[in-house]
């Protein structure tokens, strides 16, 4: 058969137009996703309608419509942070887009970025100075620097400027805010309860408002009012654990835990037959927690054998959302109405495992697992079973047993919440992080994997996120004391004394006695020097009368009388409780502390001889006296008190750090070498010995011992800051021409992004420079190099730095610095390399050869 060239081109020439038009551009290709992705939202499949959005990015990143579409989404599903950043990224593309930046500039007032919120305000209004939305967040932004700064006239202005525009924006929930929050701080409760009632009419279902609310009861000390709307809250948010809890938090505030469990009981008692269970389950969960261990067992064979509880079905029910049986403080609840007889005989074997019956605990919930059928909650079971397993030390029996849970539902929340922990611990955020927000997904007011997801957020180094996601933690769990004392710290070591001030107060409004809340109050206002306040709080104190609570007073009573410079008058305080025999052992320490800082050798040495004199065996005293021995000098009592101590324990290892520091304090190094070996026979695993064991190969220069032992305390505490600093830094010092081993080093110290603490930066910045980002690592070494000024190594990492930068007069000046602060037969190869940048940074013939050392150039 033959063909001619016309008939064959025929066909070739078709399949290549039907190919051309088959093709289709970005844009089109785009716009098909974007479709897709609007009508999963409209089913209200935000998962998928996600991976569509996603694609549609990938082909058009600056189509607004794609972007915008997308944020609008993310917002709708409270992730903020998420919104935000897809505005973020559309400004890049089109930095006029007024619609991106005003919807930026609004989420970073949401998340209380003021910072951010103020530079998209900004440029927002040089586009638009008319935009009141824009205008709106400029005056949240001067509020909060106002309520920070304490400026109340600066504060009482931007108030008014917000009740201005909420005539123009009545549905602005910040402007709102604003308003009622000054109406509180100015004390003005009657109005601020006006204006939340208002604000409750637009936002029926705000959970802030709510908050605010409650905190305007609080100060107006209308207790049946505070009951009544928490009750209306608990029927209002039915699936909301938290709301319940704060109710139950409220009555013991106020000494009512019997009408708490009767309450709980009512609830149990007229619950449909489909919800007593979980009535019964926070029955018995409160009764834990506030009668103990007995009287829980009790409870629970009295559920377990009134008969009322359905047994398990033999065929698995539909996925319904999970919660860990093993939370008995009653968020078990949470799991939802599919408890059955299992879910309590589950709970009995938690309660007999935490009471120390471990093993009887294990054997019955791995009765309970063996019979049981595939479930949701017999998979709520499991999780409990490798929780329990992990505390006993199965720690593979544990990871496995998860997996099993997750494989048959990728879903499982606290299975995912409980491997993430794991994760964390290790240093895996990433994959962390997407687990939880798979728990998230299912339950987005859950303050458990909010703070889980704080604690990945903080060790994949992002400071910012680690405070929005304990801020919501805080609000999920309605200012619960525990998830307001992690975020009070957290502010606190950012330098937000003022913020974290706030969030201790609102929790304490529902919490009034709480010494967990009050004591750090009180602390903070110790350290801001706030006085009237700190007295106020040792007032309260007082008034509350408990041995812990009065103990807390007279700690702060003193730190308060020294802090307004009468030091003597804090002494005279001491001693006058030790006189009446009010002052306890920490007194008399308090009064030992100020005569050494007062310089009152003498008294201080007889202050902890009669300490002593009262109870002669006594190893705190006898230790404390051996310490003012050695802070005064007398070395051979000290040690003889040190070497009593150890000959009776020598596990103690505090005593054994002390003996090796006054040996090398009076100059006894090569004994203090002997005497460290001598611990760590007794205490081979002490974190504080095995530290100075570290440091001691490291100046020795036996570095791969030094980083071994290093690697062993960052693998027995991952999760101590110190540990990981440390180990990094190693690794960036000895070991930065191997990839692998910077790249540990990288990873390990990430959660030291944003770090004010002087050795921290130095260890992130050093690490940021050898991975080639000066300029991020100048701000991190100029802070070390401050606060470290006499540390030749941390004045290298800024002159190298400066150097990188091309700033050579910074980088000859750090270099000068650091040779003038080492001796000449200084032979560590930074020194040699610092004096070879200075020599190779001066011209010839302006004096550098003088400068440097001829039998230390390292040349």
Not at 437 to 444: D, G, I, Q, V
Not at 508 to 527: A, F, K, T, V
Not at 595 to 617: N, S
Not at 774 to 779: F, G, K, L, V
Request: proline share 4%.
């Amino acid at each position: 058969m033959t063909f001619s060239r016309a008939a064959f081109l025929l066909p070739v020439f078709m399949v290549a137009m039907l190919a051309l038009a088959g093709c289709k551009t970005n844009e089109e290709r785009a716009a098909e996703y974007f479709q897709s992705a609007q009508n999963y939202v409209r089913s209200g499949d935000f998962s998928r309608a996600g991976v569509e959005f996603r694609n549609a990015i990938r082909l058009a990143p600056g189509d607004d419509k794609v972007r915008i579409g997308f944020a609008e989404m993310l917002e709708s599903e409270g992730n903020l942070p998420g919104a935000y950043q897809q505005y973020a990224s559309l400004i890049e593309h089109d930095p006029n887009n007024i619609t991106a930046i005003s919807a930026a500039a609004r989420l970073a007032a949401e998340l209380t970025d003021w910072k951010t919120a103020d530079e998209q305000a900004r440029a927002g209004l040089a586009l638009k100075p008319d935009d009141v939305q824009l205008k709106a967040v400029e005056v949240g932004v001067r509020y909060a620097k106002a309520v920070s700064a304490r400026d109340d006239a600066a504060r009482a202005k931007a108030a008014t400027d917000a009740r201005d525009l909420i005539k123009k924006l009545p549905r602005n929930l910040m402007l709102w805010r604003i308003v009622i929050n000054d109406e509180m701080r100015s004390q003005r409760y009657d109005a601020a309860l006006e204006k939340v009632d208002a604000a409750l009419k637009i936002a029926p279902k705000n959970r802030t408002f709510y908050a605010q609310r409650l905190a305007i009861l609080s100060a107006l000390r209308d207790g049946p009012a505070i009951e009544a709307q928490l009750k209306k809250m608990v029927d209002m948010f039915p699936g909301d654990n938290a709301v319940q809890q704060t109710l139950l938090r409220w009555y013991v505030s106020q000494g009512k835990i019997a009408e708490a469990e009767g309450y709980l009981k009512r609830l149990a008692a007229e619950a449909k037959p489909a919800q007593r269970a979980k009535a019964d389950m926070t029955l018995v969960g409160f009764i834990l927690q506030y009668r103990g261990h007995d009287a829980a067992l009790k409870e629970l064979d009295r559920v377990i054998g009134s008969g009322d509880v359905p047994s398990a079905p033999a065929a698995a029910p539909a996925a319904a959302p999970a919660a860990s049986a093993d939370d008995t403080n009653g968020n078990a609840a949470d799991a939802g109405t599919d408890l059955t007889l299992e879910s309590f005989r589950a709970l009995k074997a938690t309660i007999l495992f935490q009471k120390g019956e471990r093993d009887q605990g294990l054997k019955l919930m791995d009765a309970i697992v063996k019979t049981a059928p595939a479930t949701d909650e017999t998979r709520r079971i499991e999780v409990t079973l490798a929780n329990m397993r992990y505390m006993a030390g199965d720690s593979v029996g544990a990871r496995a047993l998860v997996e099993k849970v997750l494989s048959q539902d990728k879903g499982q929340t606290e299975a995912l919440k409980l491997k993430a922990g794991w994760l964390i611990d290790t240093g895996d955020t990433d994959e962390a992080i997407s687990l939880l927000r798979t728990a998230m997904e299912a339950n987005p007011n859950d303050p458990k994997a909010m703070t889980l997801m704080a604690r990945a957020y903080e060790r994949s180094g992002k400071p910012d996120l680690v405070g929005d996601m304990l801020g919501q933690a805080v609000e999920a769990s309605n200012s619960a004391p525990e998830e307001s004392l992690r975020y009070a710290r957290f502010l606190a070591q950012q330098g937000k004394e003022v913020s974290a001030e706030t969030v201790l107060i609102d929790a304490l409004r529902l919490s009034p006695d709480n010494l967990q809340l009050l004591i750090p109050l009180g602390q903070i206002y110790i350290e801001t020097k706030d006085w009237p306040r700190a007295e106020g709080v040792t007032r309260r104190l007082n008034e509350i009368g408990s041995p812990e609570a009065k103990a807390a007073a007279l700690n702060m009573t003193p730190a308060i009388l020294a802090g307004r410079q009468n030091l003597g008058a804090a002494v005279s305080y001491l001693e006058g409780l030790i006189k009446d025999g009010q002052g306890g052992m920490d007194a008399q320490i308090a009064v030992i502390r100020s005569f050494l800082t007062e310089g009152k050798v003498a008294q201080a040495k007889e202050a902890a001889a009669k300490l002593l004199a009262e109870k002669p065996e006594d190893p705190a005293r006898l230790f404390v006296l051996a310490s003012v021995q050695a802070a005064t000098g007398d070395v051979k009592d000290a040690e003889q008190g040190y070497r009593k101590l150890l000959a009776a324990d020598p596990a103690r290892d505090r005593v054994w750090v002390a003996l090796i520091q006054l040996q090398r304090v009076s100059g006894q190094v090569a004994a203090s070498h002997a005497t460290l070996t001598q611990a760590l026979a007794a205490v081979p695993d002490s974190s504080a010995l095995l530290g100075i064991k570290a440091a001691d190969e490291e100046k020795a220069g036996r570095i791969d011992a030094s980083i071994a032992i290093y690697k062993k305390l960052y693998d027995k505490n991952p999760n101590s800051v110190l540990n990981a600093n440390n180990l990094a830094s190693m690794l960036s010092d000895h070991r930065a021409s191997d990839p692998k081993s910077l790249g540990e080093a990288q990873r390990i110290a990430r959660r030291l992004a944003g770090t004010k603490v002087p050795a921290f930066a130095d260890t992130y910045g050093w690490i940021a420079y050898q991975r080639g980002n000066p300029q991020e690592a100048r701000t991190y070494l100029e802070l070390a190099a401050q606060g470290m000024p006499q540390s030749p190594i941390v004045q290298y990492h800024l002159a190298e730095t400066y150097k990188a930068l091309d700033e050579h007069d910074k980088a000859k000046a750090q270099f000068k610095k650091i040779v003038a602060m080492v001796g000449p037969d200084d032979t560590r190869p930074f020194v040699q390399a610092a004096r070879k940048a200075l020599a190779d940074l001066k011209p010839a013939g302006d004096g550098a050869e003088a400068m440097i050392p001829a039998n230390g150039s390292g040349n």
